[in-house]
């Protein structure tokens, strides 16, 4: 049996929070590391119980390095660490042995989890990233598009996302891409409506896709639709907006996908790496300040990984 973790299928709820964290050598950094994420699905149920609206749902992955250390029998299939894309764009690699993801209809539950989370860590871990986020009106990004029109629904989450019979061991688990970006919103907002849709290309009302002769080659979905065999790549996106009005704002992007490679054919395009001339002129007003790939396993294999080596 396979038991994807709580976060990955659910539709996100209105906040989400995202925790990535090196840990500290040595055999109790681990021990500690290990008797967290083991925990995790039993303080989301705990959490979560007096307030089933909120939907309260978390996952725990890990990155390929850490992977290594702590189950050297095998790794999933087309885990690595996410190297720096250096193209028309650049994006920095900046790693983390561990990425928690938690999401519900209400901010101060998803708080609790961290809390609950890091008091045992503290001092085993070096915190790179803590980012609260949040639906912005009716699912925009900042920029003032919708964003997961195009999200599988449905049926189509789990294809996309989870791992199956192609490695029956890792079934159920899931590939984690995760870039944190900053906008520069005042520079995008300089843009007429006609400029920012061509860029997206789909409009900003309704987030309608643009015809053929209206969407430029450079627009962001037309690099980031990639056909394979005549289906369509597809990845289960969890972003959310996050910031501050007075400081740095943008999209703290996270997906889940079965097939990592997924993940890098989408950033070569977007990034100009795959020798067309071309990428996507998104980034012209965004820059991602953080990226790394995780595993998030199965429920089953999370408890097995935890369980005490002997
Ligand atoms: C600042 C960063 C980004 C912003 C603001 C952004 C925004 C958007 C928007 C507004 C859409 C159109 C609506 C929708 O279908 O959701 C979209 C679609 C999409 N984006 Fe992004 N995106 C960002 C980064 C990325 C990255 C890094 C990837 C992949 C690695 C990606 C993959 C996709 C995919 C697969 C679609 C659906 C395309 C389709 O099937 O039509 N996006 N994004």
Known sequence: MSTPQSAILPEAGNHASFFVFNVAPGESARAAVAAVAAGLPALLDELGRD?????LVGSIAFGADYWRMVSPAASPPGLRPFQAIRGAKTAPATGGDVFVHVHSNRHDLNF?????????????????????????????????FIDGTENPRGEDRAS?????????????????????YVHRLREWEALSVPRQEGIIGRTKADS???????????????????????????????????????????????????????????????YGTVGDG?????????????????????????????????
């Not at 307030?51 to 939907?55: I, K, T």
């Not at 450079?218 to 996106?237: F, K, M, P, W, Y």
């Not at 996507?280 to 820059?287: K, P, S, V």
């Open 51 to 55: 307030d089933p609206a909120a939907r």
């Open 112 to 144: 609790e989890v961290l809390r609950r989370l890091h008091r045992p860590l503290a001092q085993h871990i070096q915190v790179l990233e803590e980012v609260h986020g949040f639906q912005y009106l009716d699912s925009r990004d900042l920029t003032g």
């Open 160 to 180: 996309a996302a989870l791992l199956g019979d192609e490695a029956p061991a890792f079934a159920g688990g899931s590939h984690v891409l995760i870039q944190r």
């Open 208 to 270: 309608v896709e643009l015809d053929a002769a209206h969407k430029p080659p450079t627009a962001h979905i037309s690099r980031v639709v990639i056909e394979e065999d005549g289906e369509e790549l597809e990845i289960l996106r969890h972003s959310m907006p996050y910031g501050e009005v007075s400081g740095e704002a943008g999209l703290f992007f996270l997906a889940y996908c079965r097939r990592r490679e997924v993940f890098d054919r989408m950033l070569g395009r977007m």
């Open 278 to 310: 071309l990428y996507d002129h998104l980034l012209d007003y965004t820059e991602p300040r953080s990226g790394a790939y995780f595993f998030a396993p199965s429920l089953e294999m999370l408890s097995d990984m935890a369980a005490p080596s002997e």
